[in-house]
């Protein structure tokens, strides 16, 4: 259903750094940079036939988290969500709610992570045992 998901960088580079690392514990390469015709760098990450991108914006505004807004990626075990978020912390994330494990809900036991990059943006790191 999801193509891709952008977010806004106010530092292309740090978050060339951060999400180059992060990414590449789930099996993420290099992205791919493009500058458009405006002259704002994006960054696209591709994996499994998904897409994650980071952009300059556009409009040549300040980039900005929006209250609510969390990325989930999927991990592959427990073991990945904790190493996700370690990676994300060493790399100038910030480590928000609990700490990395099991947590108990109503679609049953899921193992979460969840930090925020660099820009403020909420990331979640997500395994469904089973």
């Keep these: 259903m999801i193509n891709h998901i952008m977010i806004g960088s106010n530092d292309i580079e740090r978050s060339k750094a951060f999400y180059t690392k992060v990414l590449g514990v789930l099996g993420a390469g290099e992205p791919m940079a493009h500058v458009n015709d405006t002259g704002q760098t994006r ?8 897409t994650f991108s980071i952009s300059e914006p556009i409009n040549g505004e300040p980039a900005n988290t929006a209250n609510g807004f969390t990325i989930g990626f999927k991990c592959d075990s427990l073991d990945q969500v904790k190493e996700l978020h370690d990676v994300a912390v060493a790399n100038g994330g910030a480590t928000c709610e609990d700490p990395p494990g099991p947590r108990e809900g109503s679609m049953g036991v899921m193992n979460l992570c969840y930090f925020t990059d660099p820009d403020g943006h909420k990331i979640c790191g997500i395994h469904r045992p089973g």
Excluded at 43 to 50: A, E, I, R, V, W
């Design 43 to 50: 960054l696209f990450y591709m994996h499994d036939g998904d």
